[in-house]
């Protein structure tokens, strides 16, 4: 990371650390580099201890001076990390040796690596072609050079942060032209499949224009590459805009290269049970974590831990981190009895408890530990009651959760028949389905007479026992709506949810009974209008299919 991204992440930091409450805790912060370093300078100013910890091979082990010199430094790798939001305990193994270290709060913060491309376009690193890290880091090596030529994107899709680093280094190099003679130094970018609509990178684009960079864009036929014994590289080939052919060997050429998540994280999120998305980062883009939160309660996944962002989005990501942490600090300060209102958690009752461990292998956030018996860890269980429905003892319970109030809300709307309507039990996620359907019903949309509308607070939560249950009490049909796979909070309650229903839906076909009575959806808590259609069209269908109590076994 260059001096310009630090110094314009410590301005974010400073704005988001003013003003705030002091608040004891730790916090381990997992990253050996820059971005490590800054999280920790905001995290000291918050009174929040942060200790650091560092590879094993980290320079700084070797007594070498480093960005984070100021906080208290642990070389080492994770093992694994018990607890949950407010009281993990991490296993570390420090050159062979076992260390545990407890904090309030976890951040990952371990760098991207960057992977010139040399060798895919046939070139050597020598003076005369470099990669971009070393013109980032030391643009004086262009100073001197009449011609450059930077390479973008034609080996792969270009990133918006390797073509940021580009124009930042050329509109450096190239003064404003309006009322100087043309520049002597000629810039050009060769670019592949150039992606400039995000931020602010089309007006970069036009602005290096407008200074003198000269562009040649390459869909379909790259340029020929080649390189001199003097290390020059040579480019032929036809510009596809002028359809012209070209020759050009510039004084230096700056490989582009590929950004990587650490390759850490692989490791990492085994031992820690966090989840990954499929560009090996931790936590990826699901909204209802949004953003830094990962599938554990305190463990925060920040700027190059989470995805491939300028020094802006990291930044964001830091204060993020911060300002989660804090609160997670503060919480643990303040009265168990306040804590006690957090929303349901998941309580074992060990007198049904059968130990299969499937709450163990489970629970997608971490939560159940053998203590040595399964034991849910109440910092860390988000209430989605996936463990319940699972469970074959039925040895657990939610607490704060009315555990009953679905057959009452059934039964109630059965006894106060809305004509002849159907009675649709629909069992909602509160993040999708209750918030798409409250919002329908804000925007003065009439939902179906018969609803009995059941928030769950994640579509885990549904049992094949809770959809039996719904018929019993009186409902025509079972309705599940769900978040969109990949984005709900707990990972897969909608696959969890289908699989119940479909369960169910077999069972009904094997008596005769209609399994369409049975459906399952998913949608966005934005989806208003989808919602409200498949509630009616799933009215409709019951009309036609009369009464449940009334079906005749097909
Ligand atoms: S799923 Fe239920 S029975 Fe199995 S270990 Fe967990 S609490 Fe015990
Ligand atoms: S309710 Fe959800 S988060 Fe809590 S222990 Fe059960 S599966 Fe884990």
Redesign the pocket.
Known sequence: MGNKAVEKQNNILNQSTRNSDPAEGKALIIGGGEYAATLAQAFLKENIRPVILAPPEHPARAGARTAFDFAETIFGEALFCHGGAGRFTISIDSAGKKKSLCASVVILAKETRRLPLFESHGIKENPRAISLSAAVSDSGRLADAENIVFMVGLKQESDPVIFEEIADICLDLLPPSDDLPPPKKKIYIFAGNLKVAENHLESLYRQTRRQGAVYFKFTKNPPKISQGADGRVLFQGVDESTRLPFVISPDMTVVDEMIVPSPDFKALSRRMGLEMDENGFIQGDNVHRFSVRTNRKGIFAAGPARKIQGADGDARDAALALSHSRRVIQRMASDSKNRENDG???EINPGSCVFCLT?LR????G??ELAPNPT?IKE?????????SLCPGNA?S?TGLDEGAADSKIKETRLNPPDHLPVIASFCCARSGAAALESALAAGQPLPRGLALITLP?A?AISVESIYSAFKNGADGVLILSCHDGNCH?GKGHALARERADYAADFFKKIKMDPKRIKTASLASNMAGAGLKILTDFEQFLMTAGRFSNQKKQ
């Open positions: 349901p958690t998941a709450c489970s629970c997608p956030h939560a159940v849910i860390a269980c988000e209430g989605c009651g996936a463990c319940r657990i939610m994640c885990a707990s």
